[in-house]
């Protein structure tokens, strides 16, 4: 193809000499054209066009001579429309003399930059100049300089092709539509016909030259050639984009002329990069409606192709580019009318399928891709489209035996694309619930595939929002996402580990919010189903999709709980949601084997709530304010087992102080509950705060439990504050003690400190079994132990908490002293009895 290939340096020396040459006689050409010396100027341009000759240049560094060459060439024919505009005769003769050139690379360069003058300045038949410069042409047949001799006529001739109508009735109409002034056009100049065959015989000479590059060489640098072909195939492709551009061209022209001369050259060359190419090129230049005219033949013409050919892509622009046309162009029709262009694309790609054994299954799976978009995209309502092209990759999977395709191989990135394509289009998860077919496709992946698959639906179900109302929706949504429910049999030992599945059991909590039945009684009833489904999913499972259930359940009461005069059977229901809830978190403790959660969510779950915006939604308190009957008995339960957690099963003694801290936060704001129930369970809570593991810890939950008889109530206060000095000064004394026992000293003064505030407190608010003179000895000895501490930052903190506690019990010793003055002054005088000499 090139005599000398060399290499990158040898080029560049080589395209520098022909590119200083170019410079040289194009500068004398201008010098010449200047001094109005024509012939002159010919001459020198013969010499520098002589350089396109060389046969020393790879493709790529002779289009870089082409390109500087070319430029002056364009400046050499503006000269010659300038000079011979006013007397166009005497280019009769140039155009004769050029062709007396010896060398027939430079003398067709210059016949047609001359052959564009000539049309440009309105002289001759522009169909026959057109006609004699392609034939002309065919006298160079070496591919490289030929395709580029050929990519030039194009170039010049490109503005001047004829784009008219094609009959004199047609020019003479088109004639009389001119604006005023404007010139009419002779029937002479040609029409879009000539147009169409000059194109055709062009790219058809383009085309074989460009193939004929691929057989010229020594077999070993086969693959360096078919890269220079790659980089050369544009120039062939222009012909095409050209005749895409005529605007007189018609679709009846397009069906009878243009498409079958096309398809008998691609087919006919029997060259792979040849026929891939230029297919892939009718598919993206010629207008959509073109192709729905000739879809048959254009897929006639791709079962004829080589086998080597990537066919596959080529249906796929092609069904794509349908899809989106026929999509917004035919947009409320009926599906008949759009040509059934799923049948037709399904039965060509079933036929290439079979006929193609060797298939790679990526690309199979791609080519349903196309399909399944056209199916949802064009044919929303037709479901059965859809569901008949799983089921042929149903059947070629099966076909193949293949069991298990990972997630992120060829194969599996294609499937997924081919699964999120019915969950973005039809934009409500539950319609894949009626392609019987999909879920059966969904199971070929691995197990990692198929959680991602769910996830996609989970996510595109949160963001439309789609409410599943009845048991039916619900079933069906469990049934697509069923890998994320349960365990799998693909699914790996340490699955649970991942960042990926709590991601994912994120998810399935979050869609749980979405039950909304339209009643209260079949909300219920999902919640209930749904729990039973969720509790087959394990125990690393629970700790997610449990949760969300429970507040659900309470969202349930107190929504039910405003319907009591509604409702006959209204305590026992409500009673039943509770007893479902407590089952539920029970199921947490037994079968997730957690602590803090379950006892959370009996409880107060402060941040739980916070995150679901639920701020109300807390068992035992929602138990309290609901005022059912035997509500206290279910406060009670959920309190009693909270309990049984923080003894039975939390083991971390920061986590038994937190939880105690719950449970007494959580009986200070019940009201209902009856002395018998109320004194056990705060019982219960004063022993955990003493079974403490560390001493430290101990002191600060008795603190904390003390507040249970003094700011408590039961049922029988009526709302009053129990108000239990004697209990509150009893705890505080035991925490006092345990304080001492301590033999950290920074320790010992924290909690000395702490109890201080506790006794001032209680002090504050009237507390009567408050000894201030106890308080005198706590404070004595607190600053004793501080003389003891050594010097260090925590210490002198200390010594500022302490001061502060001491001016705190003096501010409230004057208040003390105020109130009982103020009282004194408002008693009223007793009347004095009378003397014993009184009345004598």
């Not at 199971?443 to 009845?470: K, P």
């Not at 507040?707 to 108000?723: D, V």
Request: hydrophobic share 40%; charged share 25%.
């Amino acid at each position: 193809m090139y005599d000398n290939p060399g290499n990158t340096t040898d080029q560049e020396k080589f395209l520098d000499q022909s590119i200083r040459v170019v410079k040289t006689e194009s500068f004398e050409m201008k010098r010449c054209l200047d001094k109005g010396k024509t012939m002159d100027a010919l001459k020198h341009a013969l010499q520098m066009l002589n350089e396109m000759r060389t046969a020393e240049l790879s493709p790529k560094f002779y289009y870089r001579l082409y390109m500087d060459t070319m430029h002056e060439l364009q400046c050499l024919e503006v000269s010659l429309i300038q000079e011979y505009a006013q007397e166009p005769a005497k280019l009769g003769n140039l155009y004769e003399c050029v062709q007396y050139a010896s060398a027939i690379i430079p003398r067709l360069y210059l016949l047609v930059t001359i052959g564009g003058v000539f049309i440009k300045c309105g002289l001759g038949s522009r169909k026959e100049i057109l006609k004699d410069l392609v034939e002309m042409c065919r006298g160079v047949q070496h591919p490289l300089r030929g395709l580029f001799l050929r990519n030039y006529l194009m170039q010049c001739t490109r503005s001047v092709l004829p784009d008219l109508p094609e009959t004199e009735d047609m020019l003479l109409a088109h004639n009389n539509t001119l604006p005023k002034g404007a010139p009419a056009l002779k029937p002479r100049d040609g029409t879009v016909e000539d147009t169409i065959d000059f194109v055709l015989i062009n790219f058809a000479e383009m085309n074989k030259l460009w193939v004929r590059m691929q057989h010229q060489g020594p077999s070993k640098e086969k693959e360096k050639r078919e890269k220079d072909r790659l980089e050369l195939r544009i120039l062939v492709g222009t012909n095409l984009v050209r005749l895409a551009q005529l605007e007189a061209l018609t679709e009846e022209m397009y069906v009878r002329d243009v498409l079958p001369s096309i398809l008998e050259q691609i087919v006919s060359c029997r060259d792979t990069i040849s026929q891939e190419y230029l297919m892939e090129c009718v598919i993206q230049v010629f207008a959509d409606d073109f192709h729905l005219a000739t879809l048959n033949e254009f897929l006639n013409a791709c079962g004829q192709l080589q086998q080597e050919v990537n066919i596959k892509i080529l249906l796929i622009a092609l069904v794509d580019r349908l899809a989106l046309y026929t999509n917004s162009s035919i947009e409320g029709q009926p599906a008949p009318t759009k040509m059934q262009l799923f049948e037709i694309f399904s039965e060509q790609a079933t036929s290439l399928i079979k006929n193609r054994p060797d298939m790679p299954m990526d690309d199979i799976v791609a080519l349903h891709v196309s399909l399944v978009s056209l199916a949802v995209k064009c044919y929303p309502d037709r479901l059965d489209y859809a569901d008949m092209t799983f089921l042929g990759l149903r059947q070629v999977i099966e076909e193949k035996g293949i069991t298990d395709i990972e997630a992120f191989g060829k194969v599996g990135r294609e499937l997924t694309k081919l699964l999120n394509i019915p969950i973005d289009e039809y934009k409500n998860v539950l319609r894949l619930s009626e392609l019987p077919e999909y879920i059966k496709v969904m199971s070929y992946f691995d197990y990692r595939g198929q959680c991602n698959i769910a996830s996609y639906m989970v996510q595109n179900m949160l963001e439309e929002e789609t409410i599943l109302r009845h048991q039916e929706d619900v079933d069906a949504a469990f049934s697509l996402i069923s890998s994320l429910l349960r365990d799998q049999e693909k699914q790996p030992d340490n699955s649970h580990e991942t960042e990926e599945f709590a991601d994912e059991q994120n998810l399935v909590a979050r869609l749980l919010h979405l039950i909304r039945a339209d009643d209260v009684d079949s909300q219920f009833l999902l919640l209930n189903s749904a729990r039973k489904v969720l509790g087959e999913g394990g125990r690393h499972r629970l700790r997610y999709t449990l949760p969300p259930i429970i507040f659900e359940l309470y969202r349930l009461v107190l929504q039910f709980a405003d319907m009591k005069d509604e409702d006959e059977k209204w305590d026992a229901k409500i009673r039943k949601m509770f007893v479902c809830a407590m089952g539920t978190i029970g199921a947490l403790v037994s079968t997730a084997e957690l602590a803090e959660l379950p006892m959370k969510l009996y409880l107060n779950v402060s941040s739980f709530c916070k995150q679901h915006s639920m701020k109300n939604f807390q068992g035992a308190i929602t138990a309290d304010r609901v005022p059912f009957e035997d509500n206290h008995t279910v406060v009670y339960e959920f309190v009693s087992k909270a309990l049984s957690i923080l003894e039975d099963d939390v083991v971390d003694s920061r986590d038994r102080v937190r939880c105690l801290q719950l449970t007494v936060g959580t009986l200070l704001k019940t009201t209902h509950l009856p002395e018998e129930n109320w004194q056990p369970l705060a019982n219960q809570a004063v022993l955990a705060a003493a079974k403490m593991f560390k001493k430290p810890d101990q002191v600060r939950s008795l603190v904390t439990v003390a507040a249970l008889y003094w700011h408590g109530k039961t049922l029988e206060t009526n709302g009053e504050k129990l108000r239990n000095g004697k209990k509150v000064v009893d705890i505080l004394r035991k925490s006092a003690k345990i304080a001492k026992e301590c033999l950290e000293p920074l320790v010992q003064q924290q909690l000395f400190i702490q109890l201080l505030s506790a006794y001032t407190y209680y002090y504050e608010d009237n507390c009567p079994e408050i000894n201030v003179d106890h308080i005198e000895e706590l404070i004595s000895r607190t600053q004793d132990n501080a003389v003891q501490l050594d010097v260090s930052a925590e210490a002198d903190s200390l010594e500022k908490q302490l001061g502060e506690a001491i001016r705190r019990l003096q501010l409230a010793k004057l208040d003390v002293a105020a109130s009982q003055v103020s009282s004194a002054r408002a008693e009223p005088d007793l009347p004095q009895p009378p003397s014993e000499n009184e009345g004598l």
